[in-house]
C-alpha cells in the first residue's frame, strides 16, 4: 500500500460540473501540498495546508487531519482545468533539514466542451 | 527575475558522460528542490537544501547523483556517468524558508542520455 493515495486516477467530467479528487495518507503529516501539472508538463503549485480548508477561485482544497484526508475541489469546471492532480504529503523531521515529500500517483483530469 | 529558471531546457548527452543542471531559485527563497519525473511516472523527490543546513539528500537514487547549493542561492545537480535510466525531466522548486511555503517551480531540464 502506497503512503499516499489518490483517487481517482482518471476522471472526465463535462463543462460546469463539481470535481473532487481525494488524496489519503498513511503517514503522520507536517502539511500537504497539492500541485497540479499541465499537460506540457509544467507545475504548478496549488495549495499546501495543514488543517481546514483553503480557497483560491474556482479551487477548495480541503484536509482532515484526524482522518487523514484531503480533498481538492474544482466548482464551475472548465476545459483549461484538464491537467494531473498531484496530492503530495510533507513530512519533516526532528530538524527542518530532514524532509521527505510523498507524491501521489496523480490524477488525470478531462473536462470535456 | 519573476520565477524560478532552469538551465538547460535541453540536454542531449551519452552514456557515461557527466552533465551539470543549473537551478536559480527566487531570490529571496531560502528552500531549493529537485525532483525527476521519468517519462510516465510521478515526481520523484531527490534533494532538499534549506538555508546552510546540511542538505537532505534521501533521495538522490546512486552515488552518481550530487548537489551542491553555492551562496545559498544558484544549485548545480551533476550526474556522473550518465545511464540511460538516468533521462527524465530534472524539476527545480524553491520556497520562502520552510518547506510548509508553497513551491514554486522551474520550468525543467530534460536530459536525454542516449
Known amino acids: 500500500k502506497n503512503e499516499v493515495e489518490q483517487s481517482p486516477q482518471n476522471l472526465t467530467a463535462q463543462e460546469g460540473e463539481f470535481i473532487t479528487i481525494n488524496c489519503s495518507y498513511s503517514?503522520?503529516?507536517?502539511?500537504l501540498h497539492w500541485l497540479q501539472q499541465h499537460p506540457g508538463g509544467g507545475i504548478v503549485s496549488l495549495f499546501m495546508l495543514s488543517s481546514g480548508k483553503k480557497k483560491h477561485g474556482r479551487l477548495i482544497a480541503t484536509i482532515n487531519i484526524q482522518e487523514k484526508h484531503s480533498s481538492l475541489h474544482i466548482t464551475a469546471s472548465h476545459p483549461r482545468d484538464s491537467a494531473v492532480y498531484i496530492c503530495a504529503a510533507l513530512v519533516i523531521g526532528e530538524s527542518d533539514s530532514n524532509y521527505q515529500l510523498i507524491w501521489g500517483a496523480g490524477t488525470k483530469l478531462i473536462i470535456k466542451p | 527575475g519573476a520565477g524560478v529558471s532552469q538551465s538547460p531546457s535541453n540536454k542531449v548527452t551519452e552514456k557515461g558522460k557527466d552533465v551539470e543542471l543549473r537551478c536559480d531559485p527566487i531570490s529571496g527563497h531560502t528552500a531549493l528542490y529537485w525532483y525527476r519525473q521519468s517519462l510516465g511516472q510521478g515526481l520523484e523527490f531527490l534533494i532538499y537544501?534549506?538555508?546552510?543546513?546540511?542538505?537532505?539528500k534521501s533521495g538522490l537514487p546512486s552515488d552518481r547523483f550530487s548537489a551542491e547549493r553555492t551562496g545559498g542561492s544558484v544549485s548545480t545537480l551533476t550526474i556522473q556517468r550518465t545511464q540511460q535510466e538516468d533521462s527524465a525531466v530534472y524539476l527545480c522548486a524553491s520556497s520562502l524558508d520552510r518547506p510548509y511555503n508553497e513551491q514554486f517551480f522551474g520550468p525543467g531540464t530534460r536530459l536525454t542520455v542516449l
Open positions: 537544501f534549506q538555508g546552510n543546513s546540511a542538505p537532505d
Open positions: 503517514v503522520g503529516i507536517s502539511a
